[in-house]
């Protein structure tokens, strides 16, 4: 039996009450599946933890999420906590901390899932974005010059280093070519004259070596027009931390919306542990109501099946998901039901029977 060790992170508003419905499907595949164990330890980390000790987590707790192979991250963000502090002592804290690099975001539109696009076919959104995860403009560099005076300057710098362009573009290179699919690159190379015209240049580089992979490269305004009006034109995507942020909600919108939007932060090298997550936030409006879609968390499940090398399993949850969403009775709020976030689960869980 081979047994894994998940850092579980509840974080703030709507968290624990998807990531709860998460990991019942997790043990639901253990029970199914006798070779498997699934192994839990809790931090009580988030915005409800700064308020009392003025920190998103303990400080030592990177040592502590070291042991484990992967972590489960609920939501991050409520009010009273200003966002930066809550997205960087947490969040992007742990991203760095363990040099999750790659940041896989799927836009697919599954059977039975809402678009709002017209007239468009299931079968054109069908995308992987890869994400650059680690510099770019989330780098944390900058300066804030003569604060609070008339004099006033503030510099954000977009860091982009040689070794972390290489080793995403050529991430992307190597999963296009694995699925048999083409590679787009998007970047801004006419208006950031230093860093995406060095973007541009090492895709162009790293490309010699991948001859058999159709490549496409598109400016991000364009990028985002055609990401509407023609989806289709993208199957891999590889961008920066910036553009991948911004794009990846659009798609997210394109394929049935932010409860169905989940993401994993990897370590593909496997030396620290990955994260796997929702994307939709903490939604402290809807909190402790019990109505969340926990679809998020449990697409960010198969994710962590599939990197922990299950991919038969993070199959089998992505299919439960699409058969919920075709059979159309068992649906939250959000996705024009009226179930809550525990009748979903179950939905799931009595699909995976």
Same mark, same amino acid.
């Given at each position: 039996?081979?047994?894994?060790?998940?850092?579980?992170?509840?974080? *703030?508003?709507?968290?624990?009450?998807?990531?709860?419905?998460? @990991?019942? @499907?997790? *043990?639901?595949?253990?029970?199914?599946?006798?070779?498997?164990?699934?192994?839990?330890?809790?931090?009580?980390?988030?915005?409800?933890?700064? %308020?009392?000790?003025?920190? &998103?987590?303990?400080?030592? !707790?990177?040592?502590? %999420?070291?042991?484990?192979?992967?972590?489960?991250?609920?939501?991050?963000?409520?009010?009273?906590?200003? *966002?930066? @502090?809550?997205?960087?002592?947490?969040?992007?804290?742990?991203?760095?901390?363990?040099?999750?690099?790659?940041?896989?975001?799927?836009?697919?539109?599954?059977?039975?899932?809402?678009? +709002?696009?017209?007239?468009?076919?299931?079968?054109?959104?069908?995308?992987?974005?890869?994400?650059?995860?680690?510099?770019?403009?989330?780098?944390?560099?900058?300066?804030?010059?003569?604060? *609070?005076?008339?004099?006033?300057?503030?510099?954000?710098? !977009?860091?982009?280093?040689?070794? !972390?362009?290489?080793?995403?573009?050529?991430?992307?290179?190597?999963?296009?070519?694995?699925? !048999?699919?083409?590679? =787009?690159?998007?970047?801004?190379?006419?208006?950031?004259?230093?860093?995406?015209?060095?973007?541009?240049?090492?895709?162009?580089?790293?490309?010699?070596?991948?001859?058999?992979?159709?490549?496409?490269?598109?400016?991000?305004?364009?990028?985002?027009?055609?990401?509407?009006?023609?989806?289709?034109?993208? $199957?891999?995507?590889?961008?920066?931390?910036?553009?991948?942020?911004?794009? =990846?909600?659009?798609?997210?919108?394109?394929?049935?919306?932010?409860?169905?939007?989940?993401?994993?932060?990897?370590?593909?090298?496997?030396?620290?542990?990955? &994260?796997?997550?929702?994307?939709?936030?903490?939604?402290?409006?809807?909190?402790?109501?019990?109505?969340?879609? +926990?679809?998020?968390?449990?697409?960010?499940?198969?994710?962590?099946?599939?990197?922990?090398?299950? +991919?038969?399993?993070? $199959?089998?949850?992505?299919?439960?998901?699409?058969?919920?969403?075709?059979? #159309?009775?068992? %649906?939250?709020?959000?996705? #024009?039901? =009226?179930?809550? =976030?525990? $009748?979903?689960?179950?939905?799931?869980?009595?699909?995976?029977?």
């Amino acid at each position: 039996m081979k047994r894994h060790k998940i850092a579980v992170i509840p974080g *703030d508003g709507i968290g624990p009450e998807v990531i709860s419905e998460g @990991i019942n @499907i997790l *043990d639901r595949v253990a029970e199914l599946d006798k070779t498997i164990q699934f192994n839990y330890q809790n931090f009580p980390w988030g915005c409800e933890y700064y %308020l009392k000790h003025n920190r &998103m987590m303990e400080k030592d !707790g990177i040592n502590q %999420l070291m042991a484990f192979d992967a972590i489960f991250l609920g939501a991050v963000g409520y009010p009273g906590v200003p *966002d930066h @502090i809550s997205l960087w002592d947490l969040l992007l804290n742990i991203r760095k901390s363990f040099d999750q690099y790659v940041n896989l975001r799927p836009v697919v539109l599954l059977k039975g899932a809402p678009c +709002p696009l017209k007239d468009i076919s299931r079968e054109s959104i069908n995308m992987t974005f890869i994400r650059e995860n680690s510099e770019g403009e989330y780098a944390g560099s900058g300066s804030w010059l003569f604060k *609070d005076t008339p004099r006033e300057v503030v510099l954000q710098n !977009g860091v982009f280093s040689r070794h !972390g362009c290489e080793r995403i573009i050529r991430y992307a290179y190597e999963y296009a070519r694995k699925e !048999g699919k083409t590679l =787009t690159s998007i970047s801004k190379g006419n208006a950031l004259n230093y860093s995406m015209v060095f973007w541009d240049q090492i895709f162009e580089e790293i490309g010699q070596e991948y001859p058999d992979v159709k490549t496409f490269s598109y400016l991000v305004d364009a990028a985002s027009m055609y990401m509407i009006k023609n989806p289709e034109r993208f $199957q891999v995507v590889v961008t920066s931390n910036l553009f991948g942020d911004i794009l =990846t909600d659009l798609g997210a919108a394109l394929a049935g919306g932010l409860g169905l939007a989940a993401g994993a932060n990897l370590n593909p090298e496997r030396r620290y542990p990955s &994260m796997f997550e929702p994307i939709h936030g903490s939604a402290p409006d809807i909190a402790g109501r019990g109505i969340a879609n +926990p679809l998020a968390a449990i697409w960010a499940v198969s994710q962590m099946l599939d990197f922990l090398e299950y +991919p038969q399993w993070g $199959q089998k949850v992505l299919r439960a998901i699409e058969d919920l969403l075709l059979d #159309g009775t068992v %649906l939250t709020p959000d996705m #024009g039901g =009226t179930a809550t =976030t525990h $009748q979903v689960g179950q939905a799931i869980l009595n699909r995976l029977n």
